[in-house]
């Protein structure tokens, strides 16, 4: 099955039997000399070797050039990997890597009890680490699990634990420290437990600012979408859900998104690489199988009435099935909602919703097994989801129920009954309302999933939104750990130990302060977007003219609206000066352009607060309006006017910041506002410069 192994040991033998051949056999007696005495003369170069099993699969040899990859970062060796046919060297590092059923060897001290390894034990996603000698008393080092994931969990965490690579070096730029072969031995025999939760995956949504860092618009480049990957497998995520790639309506069909992309058009031949990059590193791939993607869209007219076009929807799915790379999916997911649009499902011809998804539950789910008969199959409860499922809505018993949050960690609402089905999560570490700005809850991960765990048994699955993945790092890390162990997670250690692997010990108190001051800021379901449509609402009635709204009815100006946001607004500021100013005292002045301190704990408060500030501004401006138009006296709107070069320095604060951005050369892009999706809305010069004309009017 390797053969990609298998013909670069047969090539290498062939090319040394060739060169014999063509050799004279007088001079070849003189080149074998010259041979041994150079080695004689000259060190040998150190190198360790790595046994990867005659019939390893492409993910196991993926896990294992990883490994060679982390190793050659720490020991400065040359590697090389064999087969389990090949004799091994004795007085060199060895590695023996795989399953019993693709590494003989592996198999070989399984039957000789030299080590506890099946598909029970530990079971699927469990591993050992060992340490045992070979025939040839050879020491070697065992990584080794029951199944392939397995495998890879007891390399990465190895990695991780012993090597000190980072899982997320990319992202973060911090460096293992140099190791000696000593140090590869120094850990005790480990039993890796197969996680309280078989299935995490990673939900690629609203992804545009990581989409749109590097490359064309909307679309991942490819660095970044395999680092993205990389990270996650590392992390034990061990699936994917593509959406933003599959071409949601929204890029095609919104005025903000043909504006930010004219020419958006989803690269079918790209779509089908992603997948495989995703198979190729060992994860699933799991399709919500809505009707509103570019790679195959419906009109909207035909998604709101289940009664006349079953067909069409029907014939929908099978086209993904059969004409696109979707056939690659291996997890099932719907949501019971509009199949277009991520709205309500409101039917145009009188049918009761439950009514309409109990039959499509049932009729997709005879599709998926038709095609797919051992694929997993999940219902998202999401948003009125969870309410239709409390009145009564239960697709075939076959599905898995994921219940989902409220975009903040916790949960609005809550299953009146699991009603004996397979139940799960839909969690987000990070949300659109927030996803400029972290939220970093650690606490919240640790609270909610131990009490869906105990009350619901809701652990057979978790997907976790990620947004544009990069500022939600720590979160995301959570609900790995929390999944993978529940009984162990602890927030309070788990920030210890991830502020101790990032940060300077001067640094991690002010790091753990600042970060739980930045969750309190966004209590309620507020976050940076959230701000910007409260920005909107106040800049509109300074204006005096409507909030255009992408494909809804334009709301008036009111206000009521602004005024209703005064008190929260003050709590936050409160919070996020904070958070700024313990933020500021870990700071290292010197080396900005290399701290991730400064990108991951710094930045995001200090871009949070000119937001505020800048909201705090208009509202006090919409104070002295409100005065006006309750008296009359025009004095008022002079002093509003007089604000008007304030709110324009803090305008322009907010864009320095922005522009400006991330000190690391390599994320200095990463906060420009021209790349930036377009929810809510952006504050321009354009809609200070129509306040200030309004108000000039009223005088």
Avoid at 59 to 87: F, M, P, Q, R, Y
Avoid at 106 to 135: E, F, M, Q
Avoid at 156 to 184: F, H, M, N, Q, R
Avoid at 417 to 427: A, I, L, S
Wanted: aromatic share 14%; proline share 5%.
């Amino acid at each position: 099955m390797n053969n990609s192994l298998r013909g670069s040991i047969f090539n290498s033998r062939i090319k040394m039997i060739k060169i014999f051949n063509i050799i004279p056999r007088n001079i070849w007696g003189l080149f074998l000399g010259m041979l041994i005495l150079s080695s004689c003369s000259s060190p040998q170069k150190e190198h360790y070797y790595m046994v990867v099993g005659n019939e390893a699969n492409e993910v196991e040899i993926s896990t294992a050039e990883d490994l060679k990859s982390d190793l050659s970062k720490v020991l400065g060796l040359e590697g090389h990997i064999i087969s389990d046919i090949d004799n091994i060297p004795k007085g060199t590092p060895t590695f023996i890597l795989g399953t019993p059923q693709s590494n003989s060897l592996i198999a070989s001290l399984v039957n000789k009890k030299a080590i506890v390894l099946s598909d029970d034990s530990p079971g699927p996603r469990g591993g050992i680490w060992h340490k045992t000698k070979l025939k040839n008393n050879q020491e070697a080092i065992v990584l080794a699990g029951s199944d392939v994931q397995g495998f890879q969990y007891a390399v990465y965490d190895y990695s991780k634990e012993i090597l000190g690579v980072d899982p997320l070096e990319y992202w973060t730029g911090k460096k293992a420290s140099k190791k000696t072969t000593l140090d590869l031995i120094s850990f005790e025999n480990r039993r890796i437990a197969p996680p309280k939760v078989p299935t995490l995956c990673y939900f690629e949504n609203d992804v545009d600012e990581l989409a749109n860092y590097r490359g064309k618009l909307l679309e991942y480049d490819w660095e970044s979408y395999t680092q993205m990957i990389n990270s996650l497998v590392r992390l034990r995520y061990n699936a994917i859900q593509f959406f933003d790639m599959l071409g949601r309506p929204e890029f095609f069909l919104r005025p903000e998104y043909k504006e930010l992309s004219p020419d958006y058009k989803i690269d079918v031949e790209y779509l089908d690489k992603m997948i495989d990059y995703a198979h190729h590193k060992g994860m699933k791939v799991q399709i919500d199988f809505a009707l509103g993607y570019q790679i195959h869209p419906m009109s909207e007219e035909k998604a709101t009435c289940w009664r006349e076009y079953k067909e069409e929807w029907v014939k929908a799915w099978k086209y993904y099935l059969e004409e696109t790379p979707l056939k690659k999916t291996d997890i099932f997911i719907l949501r019971p909602r509009h199949q277009v649009w991520d709205w309500e499902y409101e039917s145009t011809c009188g049918e009761n919703k439950i009514e309409v998804f109990n039959d499509v539950y049932k009729v997709f789910g005879e599709l998926v097994d038709q095609y797919k008969p051992n694929a997993d199959k999940v219902l998202i409860c999401y948003s009125d989801g969870m309410e239709m499922w409390n009145d009564g809505f239960r697709p075939p018993k076959d599905w898995i129920v994921a219940w989902s949050d409220d975009g903040f960690g916790d949960f609005e609402h809550l299953p009146s009954t699991t009603d004996g089905y397979n139940f799960g999560t839909y969690m987000h570490a990070g949300f659109w309302l927030n996803h400029t700005v972290h939220n970093p809850y650690p606490e919240t991960v640790e609270t909610v999933m131990k009490n869906m765990f105990q009350e619901y048994g809701a652990d057979k699955y978790c997907l976790v939104n990620g947004q544009n993945f990069r500022p939600f790092l720590i979160n995301l890390e959570a609900y790995s750990e929390v999944c993978q162990n529940p009984d162990s997670f602890d927030n309070n250690d788990f920030y210890k130990q991830w502020t101790t692997r990032y940060f300077k010990e001067n640094q991690r108190e002010s790091a753990i302060s600042s970060m739980k001051l930045l969750h309190q800021a966004q209590e309620g379901r507020i976050g940076y977007v959230q701000h910007l449509w409260e920005i909107r609402e106040a800049i509109s009635y300074l204006s005096d003219s409507p909030m255009e709204r992408p494909g809804k009815t334009p709301v008036p100006h009111d206000f009521k609206r602004v005024k209703n946001d005064f008190e929260h607004v003050k709590k936050t500021q409160n919070y996020i000066q904070q958070s700024v100013e313990e933020a500021y005292k870990g700071l290292d002045k010197v080396g900005l352009e290399t701290d991730f301190y400064y990108s991951y704990v710094y930045l995001p408060a200090l871009l949070y607060n000119d937001l505020i500030s800048f909201e705090v501004t208009l509202h006090n401006m919409a104070l002295l309006k409100k005065q006006y138009e309750d008296t009359g006296k025009t004095i008022y709107i002079n002093q509003a006017l007089d604000l008007w070069p304030d709110i324009n320095q803090k305008l322009d604060v907010i864009y320095q910041n922005r522009n400006n951005g991330d000190k690391i050369a390599k994320w200095a892009k990463w906060y420009s506002p021209q790349i930036r999706r377009p929810n809510n809305g952006f504050p321009t010069i354009d809609m200070l410069t129509a306040i200030k004309l309004n108000l000039e009017a009223k005088l």
